[in-house]
């Protein structure tokens, strides 16, 4: 029988098992977006993990949403994460970047005054950024022009490349949580018309792009996609969530990626749907899981073959050996909020691990 400690081949990538580390973003990126030695003692601690997912990381300058986030587009950054994952393949584990482009949540004081981009002039309403002026409301985001789209998909094609330069062994694509690609898919942020916006097919025309140019540039093999079909975070909305990501699940069958990455739920409980079933039902692929798990649902999920991983989020975050206190049954550390997006060692990598 299928277990959570069963290996699992994610395209090139064989997993030695299904507990997997989803993506934190946790801000201790320093300067220009350098990652930093701590990171890599960090994901280091965490290598039992069958595959860490690293944090939201930019693959252009000038699009921080998250003021102290690291970025995969220098030099320095390059060889930043090297630290990360030459410690981590050290200790037995696998890794894999989540690139991203943040669209209309980045803010003009995270960008020397630039004003944000987006599919359409709409602003996050209801939620605030943290910058170095304080918290601040989100701004209008200027619309993108279709004649500069190709730039950004070739942004994120390089991207994975410096990312197998740095040495991760996969990258995900982040197309959830109300970012850049989100915002096209989804018909509550995205208002223009052909050839990127109006019907499904023209909304997703630009995550396509991306896929196909990032498998390009490292194999489709080594490429996962992270979706958030019912996440309001960001002030997101579908007016057909199960339907678009029914069809999406069907169409991405051709693009043979290493895994879909899918969020279930809601952070703020607001849309409610089954989409995991939809999504299991429709794509013959690796499936991913996240939100919401315990130890034991996600025991049952993966031996009925409900999904082939889940990824633990805070968790993780709170017991670097998640999977050895997943398999002994012992209790877990509980996560301290106030440290999430701290800087230095404190909430980050001194939480205990399980006495041998």
Not at 168 to 173: K, L, Q, R, S, T
Not at 217 to 226: K, S
Not at 272 to 293: C, E, F, S, T, W
Request: hydrophobic letters at 40%.
């Amino acid at each position: 029988m299928t277990d959570l400690f069963t290996p699992l081949r994610l395209g090139a990538v064989e997993i030695n098992n299904r507990v997997l580390m989803a993506p934190l973003t946790r801000c201790r990126a320093e300067g220009e977006h350098v990652p930093t030695p701590l990171m890599a003692e960090y994901y280091a601690q965490r290598a039992s993990a069958g595959l860490i997912i690293a944090e939201a990381t930019m693959i252009l300058p000038g699009n921080s949403a998250f003021w102290h986030e690291p970025g995969i587009y220098s030099p320095a950054q390059i060889a930043g994460w090297r630290l990360t994952t030459d410690a981590v393949h050290a200790a037995g584990g696998k890794i894999a970047l989540q690139i991203w482009h943040g669209g209309r949540a980045c803010h003009p004081d995270l960008n020397d005054g630039a004003i944000p981009v987006a599919p359409s002039a709409i602003a996050i309403s209801g939620e605030e950024v943290h910058t170095p002026k304080g918290k601040q409301s989100y701004t209008v985001p200027r619309a993108l022009q279709d004649a500069e789209i190709p730039a950004i998909v070739a942004g994120f094609a390089q991207a994975a490349r410096n990312a197998r330069e740095a040495g991760f062994d996969m990258v995900e694509v982040h197309a959830a949580n109300g970012y850049l690609i989100d915002e096209f898919l989804r018909d509550g942020s995205n208002q223009r018309q052909a050839p990127y916006g109006g019907n499904r097919e023209a909304r997703a025309r630009f995550l396509f792009e991306v896929l196909d140019a990032v498998s390009a540039a490292i194999g489709a093999d080594r490429v996962g996609v992270r979706f958030s079909p019912l996440n309001s975070f960001n002030d997101m909305q579908d007016s057909d969530p199960v339907g678009l990501y029914t069809w999406l699940a069907e169409t991405l069958n051709d693009r043979h990626l290493a895994f879909v990455h899918l969020m279930r739920a809601d952070f703020y409980g607001k849309q409610q749907a089954d989409v995991l079933g939809p999504v299991r039902k429709h794509y013959q692929g690796n499936l991913i899981a996240n939100m919401g798990y315990s130890p034991a649902e996600a025991e049952t999920a993966v031996a009925e073959g409900l999904v082939d991983a889940v990824a633990f989020g805070t968790s993780f975050l709170a017991n670097p050996d998640l999977p050895a206190r997943i398999r002994k049954g012992s209790a877990l550390n509980e996560p301290n909020p106030a440290t999430f997006y701290t800087p230095g060692p404190e909430g980050y990598t001194d939480y205990p691990t399980l006495a041998i």
